[in-house]
């Protein structure tokens, strides 16, 4: 395989095996033509970066239909303003906004009712016409792309911020982007981006935080590197606990900012924890066989015993360590979640079908596996009953 930045030779560390488009939700009748490809993770060395070969195109991803909205999770949606209110500092009045991967316009409609000049840009149409209408922001159905970019008049060497949250692991032209975001970037003006965490990962053994759309797992060193090369730099990062734990990294052109203290303090513990280096993604690896073996014991040891065992919230997370554990139908019944694109169809790769939160609470499993643990506190809070009248949580990392 090759590194998607450099172009330089890697060998991939680790194999998945076999996995389903992780979100592929689909019907009974679609089970014999689903699409299946092998799921590869590489490091480059040069790049410091942790990410998955040869990848299925993007456009068969975020389509008409895909299944995830923001604003589903409260805990994400209080998330947004408060990062809204931080980027304050890099904005006058007048300053104009722009946000990659825009989804419902949870962010974005934060901007829009303090008055900012915003632009959305959202490839997935379904997501897009719902922030148009509802939360009347402006969004570009398309993707974010060095071409695109340069159709934004109004916008070029004027945005004084452009953000973007959970999405630029989803791009895998990393260098095209960049050079997108270099003609519409202020001089002064600055890039926000927030990503899972490859510190926060090797630590929980959150394996699920890889799969197709999510091609790449930043650090401070490959962030830095890549950036680096188009005449930008990292000037400041800010941890973060959202999906089981960010990063949000903040660059802009060089030397038109200072680069801060915390920044360098935050390269040194990398540096202590060798996210540079190879050796670390090999102890990751052993990790994931270890976590899978147990896991796999847990559940089938459960279901030896008749337990029931269902899911929780249908995640494209979950996919990975289904697949992966060879976890499916047999031992699951099924996985609750209250996004309509997702009830009534079957999970991708081990065919369990989705259901209502309501099914849910009326059928008293005695075990749930956390699909999306990184919302843990938001899904305890909601189904404060289950616990209560005796059901139990499991999950594949400590929670
Ligand atoms: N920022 C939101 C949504 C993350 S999901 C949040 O953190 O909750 C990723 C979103 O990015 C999806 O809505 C997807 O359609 C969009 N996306 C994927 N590739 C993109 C690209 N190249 N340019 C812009 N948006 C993209």
Known sequence: MLCKVCKKKIKPFLSFGKMPMANGFLS???????FFYKLEVGFCKSDFLFQVNDHPKSPHIFNNHYPFYTNKSKYMTAHFKKYFDWTKK???KDSKIIEIGSNDGTFLKNFKGANYVHLGIEPSKNVANYSKKINKINVKNEFFSFKNSKKLNNFKNKTDLICAANVISHIPNLNDMIKG???LLSKKGVFVFEEPYLGSM???VSYDQIYDAHIFIFSLHSVNSIFKKFGFELINALPQTTHGGSMRYVICRKGERKISKNLKRLLKIELKQKLNRLSS???????CYKSRNNFRKKIL???????KIVGYAASAKSSTV????????KQIDFIADSTKEKIGKFTPGTHIPVVSIKHFRESKPDYTILCSWNHRREIFKKEKLYLKKGGKWISHVKV
Do not use: H, Q
């Open 28 to 34: 009974k009748k679609e089970f014999n033509k689903e």
């Open 90 to 92: 890099y904005l006058r």
């Open 181 to 183: 975001l270099s003609i």
């Open 202 to 204: 090797f630590k929980k």
């Open 281 to 287: 993604c090999i102890n990751f690896k052993k990790a």
């Open 301 to 307: 040891n459960l279901k030896r015993d008749d337990k």
């Open 322 to 329: 289904l697949n992966f554990c060879k976890i499916n139908n």
